[in-house]
C-alpha cells in the first residue's frame, strides 16, 4: 500500500469513530459555526504574490520540521508579515497537528485559514466550519467526481471555498467541472514525493480562467515562483521553507521581500 492510501485508511477510522462521540448537532452549536467566510480566493487574485503559508510540524516525507513553536506564535508572524492567507494540518497521525490548532489559529489572525486534511466525508467539512476554517482542501487523487462534486456543494452551503488539489491530467479532467473556487496544483507526487514544476506549468495551461490558479508544495526559491507567477499561478503554498526555520515569520517577511 502506498502512504497516501494509508493515510486514507487510517482517516476513514478516524472519521467513524468521531463521528460517533460528537454528532453533527454539537458541531454547528459552535459560535463560528455563524462566522461569516472569508475569500481567499479574492485574496490571492489581488496580491502580488499570495502566499499560503503553512503550519506543518511534520510530515510523512521529511519526518520532524518543526516541534517547539507554537501555533498561534506561527500563523500571527505569517499574517504580520503579509501571508494572504494560513494553512493549518489538522491531521495528527501524520503531520502531528490536530482541530485545536485549527480553533488557536482562528483565534490568533483575521486572514482566511485553510484546514489541511484529507477530507473524504461531509462530517469532515462541518468540523472545518465549527473550528474556524474558511477552506478546505480536497484531493482529487483520493475522490471521484461525484464525492468531489458533493462534497464541494456542502462546503459552498456552509459559506466555505473549495482549494481542489490535482497533480495529473486525469485528475484535472475530473475536477474541472466541479464548482470549486481554486486549483491547486500539487508539485509533489503524493505517492512518490518527487516534485516537478515543469509538470505544473503544464497542467496550469489546461486549466480554465475562472480557477485561482494555487501551486503548492516544495517552493523555496523566489525565483521559480517568480516563473510560476508569470505562468499563470495566482497563490503559493509554502510550508516546509519557513517552518524548518527558528523563525518562520522572519522567513516568510525575507522571502516576500526577495520577490519584490
Ligand atoms: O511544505 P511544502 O513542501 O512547502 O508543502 C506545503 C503543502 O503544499 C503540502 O503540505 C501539501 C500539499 N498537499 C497536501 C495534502 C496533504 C497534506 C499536505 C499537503
Known amino acids: 500500500m502506498n502512504i497516501l492510501d494509508r493515510i486514507i485508511a487510517d482517516k476513514r477510522r478516524e472519521v467513524s469513530l468521531k463521528k460517533q462521540l460528537i454528532p453533527t448537532e454539537q458541531l454547528e452549536k459552535s459560535v463560528l459555526f455563524n462566522r461569516q467566510g472569508q475569500s481567499l480566493s479574492a485574496r490571492l487574485r489581488q496580491a502580488s504574490f499570495g502566499i499560503i503559508a503553512e503550519h506543518k510540524r511534520r510530515s510523512p516525507s521529511k519526518s520532524v520540521i518543526n516541534q517547539s513553536l507554537s501555533v498561534e506564535n506561527v500563523v500571527s508572524s505569517y499574517e504580520k508579515a503579509g501571508a494572504a492567507g494560513i494553512s493549518v494540518l489538522t491531521d495528527a497521525k501524520y503531520f502531528g497537528g ?4 485549527l480553533l488557536l489559529a482562528r483565534a490568533s489572525v483575521e486572514i482566511p485559514i485553510l484546514r489541511k486534511d484529507f477530507m473524504i466525508d461531509e ?11 474558511d477552506v478546505i482542501l480536497l484531493i482529487a487523487a483520493v475522490l471521484d467526481k461525484t464525492e468531489l462534486k458533493t462534497l464541494s456543494e456542502t462546503a459552498r452551503n456552509l459559506g466555505l471555498e473549495v482549494l481542489l488539489e490535482i497533480h495529473n491530467q486525469e485528475e484535472l479532467n475530473k475536477s474541472i467541472h466541479t464548482e470549486a473556487e481554486m486549483i491547486g ?3 509533489r507526487n503524493l505517492k512518490t514525493f518527487e516534485v516537478d514544476i515543469e509538470n505544473s506549468i503544464r497542467l496550469a495551461k489546461n486549466l480554465p480562467d475562472r480557477f485561482t490558479k494555487v501551486a503548492e508544495s516544495g517552493l523555496s526559491d523566489t525565483e521559480v ?9 495566482d497563490g503559493f503554498l509554502i510550508g516546509e521553507t519557513f517552518m524548518k526555520t527558528e523563525n518562520p515569520g522572519g522567513a516568510i517577511q525575507s522571502f516576500l521581500k526577495d520577490l519584490d
Open 98 to 101: 490536530s482541530l485545536d490548532d
Open 185 to 187: 496544483i500539487n508539485n
Open 123 to 133: 462530517y469532515q467539512i462541518l468540523e472545518a466550519k465549527a473550528h474556524g476554517a
Open 225 to 233: 515562483v517568480k516563473k510560476l507567477k508569470s505562468s499563470g499561478f
